[in-house]
C-alpha cells in the first residue's frame, strides 16, 4: 500500500508527464494542419492520447480518461481511414488539447 505521500509522487509524476504529452499531441495536430495526410503525425498523436487515457486512469481522473477515449476513438477512425480529418476536425481536437490541459492544472 502506498502511503500519502508516495501517491502525492505519482500524481506529480503523472501530471509532468501528462504536460509532455499534450504538448506532444498539440505539436501532432499543428502538423496535420499543415498536412491533414501525415500519417506519422496521426500515430504520434494517437500514442500520446492513449497513453494519457491509460496513466489517467491509473488515478481515476474519469472526466479525463472520458475525454481521451473519445480522441482515441475518432483518431482511430482517421488512422484507418474511416474519417477524414477536416480542418473543422482539427480545431475541434485542439478544442480538446485545451480542455485535458485545463483539467490537468485543476
Not at 505521500?5 to 508527464?17: P, R
Not at 497513453?51 to 477515449?69: E, Q, R
Not at 476513438?73 to 475541434?92: F, N
Amino acid at each position: 500500500m502506498l502511503s500519502g505521500e508516495q501517491w502525492n509522487q505519482l500524481l506529480l509524476g503523472f501530471l509532468s508527464e501528462g504536460r509532455d504529452l499534450l504538448k506532444e499531441a498539440e505539436d501532432s495536430l499543428l502538423r496535420l494542419e499543415a498536412s491533414p495526410d501525415d500519417q506519422d503525425a496521426v500515430n504520434q498523436l494517437f500514442r500520446a492520447v492513449h497513453t494519457l487515457k491509460g496513466s489517467a486512469g491509473i488515478f481515476s481522473l474519469t472526466p479525463l480518461v472520458n475525454l481521451t477515449h473519445h480522441l482515441e476513438s475518432l483518431l482511430m477512425s482517421v488512422r484507418d481511414g474511416q474519417r477524414v480529418l477536416t480542418p473543422a476536425l482539427t480545431s475541434l481536437m485542439l478544442n480538446c488539447m485545451d480542455e485535458l490541459s485545463a483539467m490537468i492544472e485543476r
